[in-house]
């Protein structure tokens, strides 16, 4: 029988490095600083106990908990390195080695296009297709809910998309659209039945969930206490904060990078206090703001231009008098935006001279790139 994990496999990689190691350090002591000095606010009371009872100084009033870096430290020595995702069936089982790597599908779409062009609300039944089309395809390795169950009730609609899931795929499933604990227990016994009972859960837990924070430096308490829940039952969680640079988070990619650590270092440190042990994956979802007009740019090669430039910025107008080799005006530096249809920047002001034929405007011309928005 073949076993999906063995195309996966990559063995012991050179990392990629976008940071030194020095870099790394600075960032996670940011982290540290951040926790003990400013806190995050935990909107679980639960959390807070076992917050406080561990050494953090907690202020019951704004539920704002202040951890030591020897409180995170404790938490961290009981985070296990390596656990199994668990298939429906064992051949899809998928350990989190770091030697092996996966791609999944992902959603929870709420319309569907038909092929004639019409748009519907999803239903179970696309729930249930869409998991047998990621069973089939051999470079997915786990699937989740890639639309939304519309038709079934609010309150339970995330137990018949996690059931239409198991009914239609061998693989592992990733729940992305549960909200609280009540949801939790039906969903943890549903999985036992799958699996055989807790203990083959625990050791096969054959469903993972994504658990996002609140940017910035917020632990929501339907998530906590889904996170403890959870925990308990041995179900691993990714931990998701999703901070904006420019909105939620520092405009800067470092200091986002910290704010996305620090959320990630104090849901750790809560759920480990609490349940030793509790299988966790550090991720995150970090976007920019366009400044323009206000949105985000998920999921697309755009977030990664969005980050400040080491340029200045130039109106259409200096653009205009650089290429004429003139200084810029006073109301055109004045301008330090874009225009709203096109805009250009000038990496060096002013141009440089040249001793060669060709003339001063097309050097100062070379410099002035336009861009659309």
């Known amino acids: 029988m073949t076993v999906h994990?063995?195309?996966?496999?990559?063995?012991?990689?050179?990392?990629?490095?976008?940071?030194?190691?020095?870099?790394?350090?600075?960032?996670?002591?940011?982290?540290?600083?951040?926790?003990?000095?400013?806190?995050?606010?935990?909107?679980?009371?639960?959390?807070?106990?076992?917050?406080?009872?561990?050494?953090?100084?907690?202020?019951?009033?704004?539920t704002v908990a202040r951890i030591p870096a020897a409180t995170v430290d404790e938490a961290l020595k009981t985070l296990p390195v390596h656990f199994?995702?668990?298939?429906?069936?064992?051949?899809?089982?998928?350990?989190?080695?770091?030697?092996?790597?996966?791609?999944?599908?992902?959603?929870?779409?709420?319309?569907?296009?038909?092929?004639?062009?019409?748009?519907?609300?999803?239903?179970?039944?696309?729930?249930?297709?869409?998991?047998?089309?990621?069973?089939?395809?051999?470079?997915?390795?786990?699937t989740s809910a890639l639309v939304s169950a519309q038709d079934t009730p609010e309150e339970s609609r995330v137990l018949h998309e996690f059931d239409a899931c198991m009914r239609a795929s061998r693989k592992h499933s990733i729940v992305v659209s549960i909200k609280d604990a009540t949801e939790a227990k039906p969903l943890v016994r549903m999985a036992e039945a799958v699996a055989g009972g807790a203990a083959e859960l625990k050791a096969r837990p054959t469903f993972s969930i994504i658990l996002c924070t609140v940017s910035p430096l917020h632990q929501e308490r339907f998530g906590m206490e889904l996170a403890f829940e959870l925990a308990d039952a041995g179900i691993p969680m990714m931990l998701y904060p999703m901070p904006i640079l420019g909105a939620t988070a520092p405009v800067t990619p470092a200091g986002t990078a910290v704010v996305n650590n620090t959320e990630i270092l104090a849901a750790i440190t809560a759920v480990q206090l609490a349940c030793p042990g509790a299988r966790i994956i550090h991720a995150g979802g970090?976007?920019?703001?366009?400044?323009?007009?206000?949105?985000?740019?998920?999921?697309?090669?755009?977030?990664?231009?969005?980050?400040?430039?080491?340029?200045?910025?130039?109106?259409?107008?200096?653009?205009?008098?650089?290429?004429?080799?003139?200084?810029?005006?006073?109301?055109?530096?004045?301008?330090?935006?874009?225009?709203?249809?096109?805009?250009?920047?000038?990496?060096?002001?002013?141009?440089?001279?040249?001793?060669?034929?060709?003339?001063?405007?097309?050097?100062?011309?070379?410099?002035?790139?336009?861009?659309?928005?």
């Open 5 to 62: 994990v063995d195309g996966r496999y990559v063995g012991q990689r050179r990392p990629l490095r976008i940071l030194a190691q020095d870099e790394v350090e600075r960032i996670h002591q940011a982290s540290l600083d951040v926790l003990a000095d400013t806190g995050v606010m935990f909107h679980s009371q639960r959390a807070l106990d076992v917050l406080e009872a561990h050494g953090a100084s907690v202020d019951r009033e704004t």
């Open 84 to 142: 199994t995702l668990g298939g429906r069936t064992s051949e899809f089982d998928l350990p989190i080695d770091g030697e092996h790597a996966y791609l999944t599908s992902d959603g929870c779409a709420t319309f569907v296009r038909e092929a004639d062009g019409t748009v519907r609300p999803s239903v179970k039944q696309d729930v249930y297709e869409a998991a047998r089309v990621v069973d089939g395809l051999p470079n997915l390795s786990a």
């Open 286 to 373: 970090p976007t920019a703001l366009f400044m323009r007009t206000g949105p985000t740019s998920p999921t697309s090669p755009r977030r990664c231009s969005c980050a400040p430039r080491k340029r200045r910025w130039r109106s259409s107008t200096a653009c205009r008098q650089a290429s004429a080799g003139a200084a810029p005006s006073p109301s055109s530096r004045r301008r330090s935006r874009p225009t709203r249809t096109r805009s250009a920047w000038c990496s060096s002001w002013p141009p440089a001279r040249t001793s060669s034929s060709a003339p001063a405007s097309s050097t100062a011309r070379s410099r002035c790139r336009s861009r659309s928005w």
